[in-house]
């Protein structure tokens, strides 16, 4: 078995961490830059966000088979639904300062995102449908906590 196969089928809620992220405030504003394996445990390899997301609709539901995130409100606020096959928990973000760590083999569901919300997420990985797993009852055989 390989170590990430491994990480997937092992991790729990309790890997997934909220990361405070530096913050350089001036009077004219603040600023947050993040750094891989400085402020976050993984080499950033792509960057994506969520936005202009109608009220009430829901983002995720599936799980990554390797890859890890870092999900960051950069405006507004939304939560974000983690389960491992066993464990659930509900993190609220709503600051651009705090990053919520997803390890691989969490399921996960964004929801209650506020009006001109934005969900800033810095991946691990390049976008791959095959890394993806969106069958419920498939995630949940899968892990073998
Ligand atoms: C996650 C949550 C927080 C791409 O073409 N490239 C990309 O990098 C991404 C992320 C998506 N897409 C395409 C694939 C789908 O046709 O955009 C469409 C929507 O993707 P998805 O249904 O996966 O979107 P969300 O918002 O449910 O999930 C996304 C990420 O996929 C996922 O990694 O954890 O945001």
Redesign the pocket.
């Known amino acids: 078995m390989s170590l990430l196969t491994m990480i997937f089928s092992k991790s729990t809620i309790f890997d997934c961490e909220i990361l405070q992220l530096p913050v350089v405030h001036k009077q004219s504003g603040n600023i947050t830059s993040i750094n891989s394996f400085e402020n976050i445990p993984f080499d950033i390899k792509?960057i994506?966000y969520?936005y202009d997301i109608p009220g009430g609709e829901e983002?995720?539901?599936?799980a990554?088979r390797n890859?890890f995130?870092l999900?960051v409100a950069a405006g507004g606020a939304f939560e974000?639904s983690l389960f491992d096959g066993v464990n659930r928990k509900i993190v609220h973000l709503d600051r651009p300062n705090i990053g919520l760590y997803?390890v691989p083999g969490i399921w996960?569901e964004?929801l209650n995102f506020s009006s001109g919300s934005i969900?800033l997420?810095l991946?691990s990985l390049?976008?791959s449908?095959e890394?993806?797993i969106?069958d419920y009852t498939y995630f949940t055989r899968s892990k073998n906590l």
């Open positions: 792509r994506y969520l983002r995720g539901g599936h990554h890859l995130q999900l974000v997803i996960r964004l969900c997420v991946a390049p976008y449908e890394d993806y969106r």
